[in-house]
């Protein structure tokens, strides 16, 4: 089956502690984005890759850090510098045509110990 | 910047009554705006998306309408059912291909 897969589901982090959130895809997309969506609220972008190797910062990437070495792969590591890291996140891929749909995987839950 | 307003935050019907979920966006220059659903704990699902050349578009109970120059969208479910029950998101597409989501409207239809 087609699709995007997060994992683990849920994770927990320690005070001080880097964490890195697994993304894969085998859809052949070219570009990868991650979401970040706290409680009740809608989706806010936090780094998006239209190519391997290369990725752009969304609206709130101070605390995080990405990677995009392969086209099926777009790691998302949460850093000790973010200080309120507990929030679902969520990533996505499309092809790069601007009439092309995002697709999205289950998520993942992060929270602090 | 754009933001987006989704009214109302949330909706308790019964079923078999048509649904009606609003989304307003401030910036009219996008490419297309995309509906989706999200259930509790879960990924979002993609129901439609209208490019802003479209006034319409449909698929079997969803229907969506687009009115780009006042930067509205509409989504209407008819003869709801409680499995409808759920979020739903509306996010128009800008320049950079980056979407911008609303804050919701979650929905139950009680049976």
């Known amino acids: 089956d087609g699709g995007i897969t997060q994992s683990p589901k849920y994770l927990f982090r320690k005070e001080g502690q880097n964490v890195t959130l697994s993304c894969e895809q085998n859809?052949?997309?070219?570009?990868m984005y991650w979401y970040r969506q706290d409680p009740g609220q809608g989706l806010r972008l936090i780094y998006y890759?239209?190519?391997?190797?290369?990725?752009q910062k969304g609206d709130i990437a101070e605390g995080y850090s990405v990677s995009r070495e392969k086209k099926e792969s777009f790691p998302l590591t949460v850093t000790s510098a973010q200080k309120n890291p507990t929030a679902f996140y969520l990533c996505?891929?499309?092809?790069?045509?601007?009439?092309?749909?995002?697709?999205f995987g289950d998520g993942t839950r992060l929270s602090i110990l | 910047k754009q933001e987006v307003t989704q009214i109302p935050a949330a909706l308790s019907v019964p079923e078999g009554e048509n649904l009606v979920l609003n989304c307003s966006f401030t910036?009219?220059?996008?490419?297309?705006l995309q509906w989706f659903r999200q259930d509790p704990g879960k990924g979002l699902t993609s129901l439609l998306l209208?490019?802003?050349?479209?006034r319409e578009q449909t698929s079997g109970r969803l229907n969506a309408s687009l009115d780009k120059s006042s930067g509205r969208s509409t989504l209407y479910i008819a003869a709801s059912q409680p499995g409808d029950s759920a979020t739903y998101l509306c996010?128009?597409?800008?320049?950079?291909?980056?979407?911008?989501f609303g804050g919701g409207t979650r929905v139950l239809v009680k049976p």
């Open positions: 996505a891929s499309s092809t790069t045509g601007r009439d092309q749909p995002q697709h």
């Open positions: 996010a128009p597409k800008a320049a950079g291909n980056k979407l911008t």
């Open positions: 910036d009219s220059a996008i490419y297309n």
């Open positions: 859809l052949n997309h070219d570009a």
């Open positions: 209208i490019q802003s050349s479209q």
């Open positions: 890759s239209q190519i391997v190797n290369d990725f």
